[in-house]
């Protein structure tokens, strides 16, 4: 018994060293909480699917469908491993990606779809039941509807979860004009490249960096920036990161500064380090004058606005009536920055949606649009402008749904 028990401590203790702060401990606990969230959707399914088979000619297949459930989701289990205990089981081959992306793709996509059918049922129910007086009748009808409704749903998810995966590193050049008011001649034709979100992991290598890198360069822009999210969760994904990118050229430098990625590993300073060693200005709530044509133009940073972003500190000494470009990895501060007569702001994070269902005008249907009122393309308020960027990497799911990577020219005139 003493033998056992030591033995678990034992056990316990090696696994704490793995989780040295409370941050990382809090970082395990959501990656838990997120596991068992998806385990809660696939069992419920399971049983819905069974069920639903179990009515038909196909009963007898009913009993194989938990093990059709656990193999597609062995790769949700394995990523979970590797991001968690660190233990590199899992690669980027197709063979792990595909699977792992389709099924979680359409089975949430599925889950969400019968969610809001039982919320709008039984809001509708008792108006149904006074309408329609053969509740039996009613019953039946609408079951084999739904039945009908939800194959349609599920050949839609599992086509859209497809496409996406297989086109999620299919990217877009944006070519953008923006007219800055009382721009002066000398920058008038100033062009930006404009890239953000990389998000260097598993599900993007340095073989999937080099057509972005490739593609800037081939823009020939005068400024390049970079808004934030290099990484994903493990600090040392930078090094693929910066072995591509430190590759790009500019005439007058290249600019970046942190996202929200950046600050999850609790390592912003030798993340910052690595990416300046190679080449890439990062502005910590700093900012940058150079001259172009001999006019004078500020570019400005400011950390994640959740980790410590200063608009304050980084304005300081800028001179308020030359051009300001502000770099700021979310857009959720746009008024803000227009009421300090920024006249253009490039961001990122939102990634433009990742998953949008539709574009209606200027509306994104995603559920990015519930956290920002600024998901993608350009916006104007005032004399500024807002230009967030849908950018290229993914988290989550390995899948883009209407919603291709996009590298920006953006062009000032």
Not at 12 to 22: D, E, G, P, S
Not at 204 to 210: K, L, P, R, V, W
Request: glycine share 6%; proline share 4%.
């Amino acid at each position: 018994m003493q033998v056992k028990i030591w033995i678990n401590f034992t056990f316990f203790l090696n696994f704490t060293t793995k989780i040295k702060t409370h941050f990382q401990l809090m970082m395990f606990g959501f990656a838990v909480f997120m596991l068992l969230l998806v385990i809660s959707i696939q069992v419920y399914l399971c049983k819905k699917l069974m069920f639903y088979i179990e009515t038909t000619r196909l009963r007898k297949f009913s009993k194989a469908i938990p093990f059709i459930f656990l193999l597609f989701n062995l790769p949700t289990l394995l990523l979970f491993i590797n991001r968690v205990v660190k233990i590199q089981i899992v690669t980027n081959s197709p063979l792990f990606i595909y699977p792992f992306a389709i099924w979680q793709g359409t089975t949430i996509f599925v889950f969400i779809v019968i969610m809001i059918a039982k919320l709008i049922g039984s809001l509708a129910n008792p108006v149904s039941k006074k309408l329609l007086h053969n509740e039996t009748k009613l019953n039946e009808s609408r079951r084999k509807f739904l039945r009908t409704a939800l194959v349609g749903v599920s050949a839609y998810a599992f086509t859209g979860s497809t496409i996406g995966t297989i086109a999620r590193n299919d990217f877009r050049i944006e070519k953008v004009r923006i007219k800055i008011q009382n721009l002066p001649e000398e920058l008038k034709g100033l062009t930006i490249g404009l890239i953000s979100d990389v998000h260097s992991g598993i599900f993007m290598t340095e073989e999937d960096m080099q057509p972005y890198c490739e593609a800037i360069n081939s823009l020939e822009p005068d400024l390049i920036l970079m808004p934030g999210d290099f990484i994903t969760s493990d600090p040392d994904e930078i090094y693929p990161f910066i072995n591509v990118f430190k590759n790009l050229k500019s005439k007058y430098g290249i600019f970046a500064t942190l996202g929200n990625h950046e600050f999850f590993p609790r390592q912003p300073q030798r993340i910052a380090k690595i990416i300046e060693e190679n080449g890439i200005r990062v502005l910590r709530n700093e900012n940058e004058k150079i001259e172009i044509n001999g006019e004078e133009i500020f570019i400005i940073g400011i950390d994640d606005l959740r980790y410590g972003a200063d608009l304050d500190k980084a304005m300081k000494n800028v001179k308020n009536e030359k051009v300001k470009i502000l770099l700021s990895h979310k857009p959720y501060d746009f008024p803000r920055f227009a009421q300090n007569q920024i006249q253009l702001t490039v961001s990122g994070h939102t990634h433009g949606g990742q998953i949008v269902f539709a574009k209606i005008d200027d509306t994104y249907i995603t559920p990015s649009a519930l956290v920002s009122k600024f998901v993608a393309g350009h916006y104007k308020l005032g004399n500024s402008h807002l230009y967030v960027t849908r950018g290229i990497g993914v988290v989550g799911l390995p899948l883009r749904l209407n919603c291709p990577a996009e590298i920006t020219h953006i062009t000032l005139i």
